[in-house]
């Protein structure tokens, strides 16, 4: 036997296994590849010869016609992502780094927004990078709210009421180019005026709560000072009482002595009157001095 | 050969089948289609996708010669590729032509408008927000008949003032606040004193009040008083008046008075003529 007749040998009986290789192993990967799964939070894309059959593919074990006949790109859908936007970090030879508001006064502005795929086929085929459009409609349709309103609402009230317009007239935008994302909200970071003067808009806080403190004073004192007057009304008004009664009582008390007096004078009245008489000069004249002269005839 | 004769067609793409040199089909519904072997019918692949283009900053004249510096960005797609091919072929002669074009319609819808109409509020909407729907529309109009272009939106996504006029208006905001302060400093000052003022007159009232009541009530009891001592006097008004004028009497003489008597008196008589009686 010689080399090449038991390389022949070989070969030809190599030829069998090599043809269930062939045409039984190879098809059967092929045909297998078109298994895939989908993870909890997955979507799936089923495109058939390009053309999306199916844009929401659920989780778990699916099979699909091998390439390229049907493909499946999967996206994680459920998942929320988030994008920070700082309005202020302009660094640019023109523009400005505040926002505008619609009074022309300048305010400092960062916002997150919270976001994810609602629609699996769209996001892929609709734009370049949907993301990135996003963030621009973010950013404008934020300057549109800005300007729509003066510098002490959106300071004050202003800060909700942008969260949800801001998120809704987004979504909006989003609905109409039909980009395959939903933003779930709008968070600010900041909305503040520029940093250099913001020392001014504290004062004028500090000057509200101030002005509240001086009318709270006041109405303090007034209180304090009626409390006051009405005590020392009362005072008046218990002497004066007190005085009066005092008047009513000696008169009583007075009298009903003389009345006493009267009913002993009508019993006796010569001595009860001889008695009066002398017991009052008695009185009288031991105190005041005397000078008793006679009387003269003429 | 027969192989070119089918096509895939991807979401992303439409496809103008040339036939020698010649468009004569779109394609627009992504999947499988057919068409005549090369070189009898061949394809071009449009991307039909929405594209971004961000124009850089830009300085605008308002129509009361105020300076206004913004960017905007453009949205927009491939809607009739025919044209599109026609006009300008490739994505960035494209997207030269529509930054030129951006730029013409913002600054004319700009210049159109004085600046106080530009900062207003008065509608709910912001003037911005219907200036750029406007300048959206008829870049639009323009962009479709020559170019075969649909601009979905142009907006801007920062406005606002040249760098060299922000002092002024950081000062401008400066000012307004502090007075904004002043007025609440002020309105504090007078509503203080005018609450003191008012309790000053109210406690001046309640004293008067009560000094009045407390004479009255003194008084009445005064005039009480009198009634008394008068009713009892009707009872024997020789007596009273008796007794009377010798309290009288004995209140007016005092240490310091001197009387000068007549021996005549009564109460005398006993003293200079023990043995007359009376």
């Known amino acids: 036997m010689t080399l090449s007749d038991d390389i022949k040998l070989i070969a030809r009986r190599c030829v069998t296994p090599l043809k269930w290789l062939a045409f039984g192993l190879l098809p059967s990967i092929y045909l297998l590849s078109g298994f895939y799964s989908l993870e909890g939070e997955q979507a799936g894309v089923l495109k058939q010869f390009g053309r999306i059959v199916n844009n929401s593919v659920e989780p778990g074990m699916h099979y699909h016609l091998p390439w390229p006949i049907q493909s499946v790109d999967k996206l994680s859908v459920a998942e929320i992502r988030s994008m920070e936007m700082d309005f202020s970090e302009e660094v640019d030879r023109l523009l400005q780094p505040e926002s505008t508001t619609g009074t022309g006064d300048l305010v400092d502005v960062a916002l997150s927004v919270q976001y994810n795929i609602s629609d699996a086929g769209r996001y892929l085929s609709q734009a370049q990078s949907a993301e990135n459009m996003l963030r621009h409609i973010v950013a404008s349709e934020t300057l549109f709210y800005l300007g729509g309103n003066d510098i002490d609402q959106l300071l004050t009230t202003g800060r909700n009421r942008l969260q949800t317009a801001v998120r809704s007239s987004v979504q909006s935008r989003l609905a109409e180019l039909e980009l395959g994302v939903r933003v779930t909200s709008i968070q600010l970071q900041r909305l503040d005026p520029p940093p250099s003067i913001k020392r001014a808009f504290d004062a004028v806080d500090s000057a509200r709560s101030e002005r509240q403190k001086l009318i709270q004073d006041a109405e303090g004192e007034r209180n304090a000072k009626l409390a006051q007057a009405r005590g020392a009304a009362r005072v008046v008004m218990a002497q004066a009482e007190a005085e009066a009664s005092e008047y009513v009582q000696l008169a009583l008390g007075d009298t009903s002595k003389l009345l006493a007096s009267l009913e002993q004078f009508e019993k006796t009245p010569k001595l009860t009157r001889s008695a009066i008489y002398y017991e009052t000069l008695e009185r009288i004249f031991s105190k005041a001095k005397l000078q008793i002269v006679s009387p003269t005839e003429e | ?278």
Not at chain 2, 108 to 132: C, H, K, N, Q, Y
Not at chain 2, 156 to 161: L, N, R
Not at chain 2, 228 to 235: G, L, N, P, V
């Open chain 2, 1 to 278: 050969m027969l192989s070119t004769s089918v096509i895939f067609v991807k979401e992303t793409e439409l496809v103008v089948i040339n036939q020698f040199g010649r468009p004569v089909r779109n394609i627009s519904e992504a999947g499988l289609a057919f068409k005549l072997p090369d070189p009898i019918q061949t394809r071009i692949s449009i991307d039909r996708r929405l594209n971004l283009l961000a124009l850089a900053p830009s300085e605008f004249v308002t129509r009361d010669k105020r300076n206004l510096v913004l960017n905007a960005f453009m949205i927009w797609r491939i809607s009739d590729p025919v044209k599109f091919l026609a006009s300008v072929r490739n994505q960035t002669t494209a997207e030269q032509r529509l930054e030129t074009l951006a730029y013409s319609q913002i600054g004319a819808g700009i210049g159109a408008l004085p600046m106080g109409d530009i900062f207003t509020l008065e509608d709910d909407r912001s003037a911005l927000a219907v200036l750029f729907e406007d300048i959206g529309v008829q870049t639009n109009d323009l962009t479709l008949s020559e170019l075969g272009i649909e601009v979905k939106s142009i907006r801007p996504e920062k406005f606002g003032f040249p760098r060299q006029n922000l002092l002024a208006i950081y000062k401008r905001m400066e000012s307004e606040r502090n007075r904004i302060a002043r007025q609440y400093q002020a309105e504090g000052n007078e509503e203080a004193s005018k609450i003191r003022a008012e309790t000053e007159l109210e406690v001046r009232k309640l004293q008067a009040e009560a000094y009045r009541d407390g004479q009255m009530t003194v008084s009445t009891a005064e005039a009480e008083a009198a009634k008394i001592f008068a009713e009892a006097f009707e009872t024997n008004e020789d007596f009273f008046q008796f007794t009377r004028s010798l309290d009288a009497y004995e209140k007016i003489f005092s240490e310091d008075s001197q009387l000068i008597l007549s021996s005549d008196l009564p109460i005398f008589d006993q003293l200079l003529d023990p043995s007359a009686s009376q």
